[in-house]
């Protein structure tokens, strides 16, 4: 697939976009794919090839503008005449939700004690950080970044700082990689060495409190940037707060409970019912989102679990997003035990497909509160891949894989839109941070959905020649904003944005084959794995090896001999005379299964003597 194709320009069956087809000037959009043309880039400007569209003369388009601007301006006179009794503008709706959202995360974390530290240095290691910082550092975390994971608080920064440095230091690391604060804007290089130490010290030491489970969490939404995503130790980490949580029996919490005893026996302190309820939650949230976009199976996904997690957000109060958000998750931990165990029977993909989509379509007519763009962009992500799932396990030409491959385009086209919307979304007067700061804000897991759509796009449509044009063009069109995101995100050559980047570029050199031509080298991650054989394919246009080496085993063994006094054979020797460490045991299973009592049940007695100075 990758070896025949290095010379390809691009998928652009139109040469022109309709803003240089406007202009009636040179486009090189079919040579420069997946980037706009230089000029739609250099203008900021959506790049698109309608293959339908007809340029509209210059006094035509001035007619229009002056016939919209006089329309709503008459609009404005009525609503105004009306008493603002009409519905407010989705803008206006969007500015007071995100404010909502503000204000509630701002209780999470108070702020205000912080001005009675007096001059309390802030330091990890060698590394000092002001006051102002530390200040600005996590008004903009519960601003930004706790909405998306709402598990703390209430709880003062004074607090975090004293009692659970881990969480702080965490939270401080996280913000200054993604949006560093303009006080110090290499704070997160001077952190990230005293950082790393203490997380390899953290991460490992048990008991572990519930403040060490919150920040893994947020380490896991947020994880510290990798060279290659392979390296990215968000799913280790997911497991050690998930195990952490199970031992502290947060499943069992409920948002009724009054204050658990913290037993000496545990270790930890248990913590209030309300956070105990929130971490659990979180836990859920972050480790379901991991599993599906790494192809695994859900840490959390038992039947009496994922009714627990029903129990908990029918009682307790959670924000409206995140609620909702968590439901999408419930109905993908409930199907995908069924679809990844059964037979791989066609028919019954489809039922189980099809069963999905009603759910997660009927929660928006249940849930029309609180519906944000975030959470329907959640929904398409998992309908993403739960499709591509069914589509890699069913048969090429299939009625029924037709039919879920045309669900899968216009789910990978509504996701597209959703972030290219989001990305060119005005900014609000009170918004301090820019366009690239606001978005590198977002989940990993939010890149990594969007990461999906463009390769399914790419492999199934705008490098598939079995695809008609039409299809192919729009798929083109979208796999170009999707590039244009992540390229603008980038501010390194080799960051994450820009290695995505990189890889769809690189994808796009390959010429238009069948998308079932060759066999994936990934086959059981689920929906996953066309991520990963991208991945594998890329690497194989630029002529690295797909396969993993495996280390020299020798220089190994060589290092370890003469290390120790004792040889291996003396090791295993049965007749070297070591002291039994257990003799009071063997005496007691002697006496234990030597008991007559046990020729009621046909056991020999003399069979079961234990007899010692025999290894095993």
């Not at 909405?147 to 700082?161: A, E, Q």
């Not at 029309?368 to 499709?387: A, L, R």
């Amino acid at each position: 697939m990758a070896s025949s194709a290095t010379s390809w320009p691009g998928v652009r069956p139109v040469k022109t976009c309709t803003e240089c087809k406007q202009s009636k000037l040179r486009c090189d959009s079919k040579d420069r794919f997946p980037n706009p043309c230089s000029r739609c880039q250099a203008r900021n400007l959506t790049c698109t090839v309608d293959p339908s569209f007809r340029r509209t003369p210059a006094r035509k388009r001035l007619e229009a503008m002056s016939r919209e601007l006089r329309e709503l301006r008459d609009q404005r006179i009525v609503d105004t005449r009306a008493g603002s009794t009409t519905s407010p503008d989705p803008e206006t709706t969007r500015s007071q939700a995100s404010s909502g959202i503000a204000s509630q995360a701002s209780v999470a974390i108070l702020l205000d004690d912080l001005e009675f530290m007096g001059l309390e240095p802030f330091e990890l290691g060698d590394v000092v950080v002001d006051k102002q910082s530390v200040i600005a550092t996590f008004r903009l975390f519960s601003s930004h970044f706790h909405p998306h994971l709402p598990i703390l608080g209430p709880v003062s920064l004074k607090t975090i700082h004293h009692s659970h440095p881990f969480l702080f230091w965490t939270i401080m690391v996280i913000v200054a990689q993604r949006s560093p604060v303009p006080s110090d804007e290499n704070l997160f290089s001077r952190l990230h060495e005293p950082y790393i130490q203490m997380l390899r010290v953290e991460a490992l030491r048990a008991p572990m409190p519930l403040s060490k489970i919150q920040a893994l969490l947020f380490l896991c939404m947020w994880p510290l940037p990798v060279s290659h995503q392979r390296d990215d130790p968000s799913w280790l980490y997911c497991g050690i707060a998930v195990n952490a949580a199970f031992y502290m029996s947060l499943h069992r919490s409920s948002p009724k409970a009054g204050t658990t005893p913290s037993l000496y026996s545990i270790g930890v302190i248990s913590g209030s019912a309300h956070e105990r309820t929130n971490t659990w939650l979180g836990c859920f949230y972050v480790s379901t989102s991991l599993s599906m976009h790494h192809g695994l199976p859900p840490m959390i996904n038992t039947p009496s679990d994922l009714a627990t997690i029903r129990t908990i957000i029918s009682e307790h109060s959670v924000p409206r997003e995140f609620l909702l958000q968590i439901r999408v998750l419930l109905i993908l931990a409930g199907f995908t035990n069924v679809l990844a165990h059964n037979s791989n029977d066609s028919v019954v993909d489809s039922s189980i497909t099809q069963l999905l989509d009603g759910e997660l379509d009927t929660l928006k007519i249940t849930s029309p509160e609180g519906w944000t763009n975030m959470v329907d962009y959640g929904i398409m992500v998992v309908k993403m891949h739960v499709y591509t799932l069914v589509i890699t396990r069913a048969r090429p030409g299939a009625g029924s894989r037709e039919i879920v491959l045309k669900l899968g385009l216009a789910t990978a086209l509504r996701i597209i839109h959703l972030a290219n919307m989001r990305f060119h979304e005005r900014r609000d007067k009170t918004e301090s941070l820019t366009v690239i700061q606001r978005e590198r804000t977002l989940p990993k897991d939010y890149f990594r959905g969007l990461a999906f759509a463009t390769i399914f796009l790419l492999k199934y449509f705008s490098l598939n020649n079995s695809a008609n044009a039409e299809e192919q063009q729009l798929a083109a069109n979208h796999v170009i904003m999707a590039h244009t995101i992540f390229k603008t995100l980038t501010l390194q050559p080799r960051d994450e944005y820009g290695r995505v980047a990189n890889l769809f570029e690189t994808l796009c050199k390959q010429a238009p084959i069948p998308a079932d031509t060759g066999k994936s080298n990934v086959t059981d991650r689920m929906g996953a794995s066309i991520v990963l054989d991208a991945i594998d394919t890329a690497r194989e246009i630029r002529g690295h090896p797909i396969e993993m080496q495996e280390p020299d085993i020798s220089s190994t063994t060589e290092g370890l001999t003469g290390q120790h006094s004792m040889s291996q054979t003396d090791v295993f020797d049965a007749t070297s005379e070591l002291v039994e460490p257990w003799p009071s045991d063997l005496a007691f299973a002697n006496m234990f299964w030597g008991d007559p009592s046990w020729d009621i049940f046909t056991v020999p007695s003399e069979a079961a003597q234990f007899h010692s100075g025999q290894g095993l």
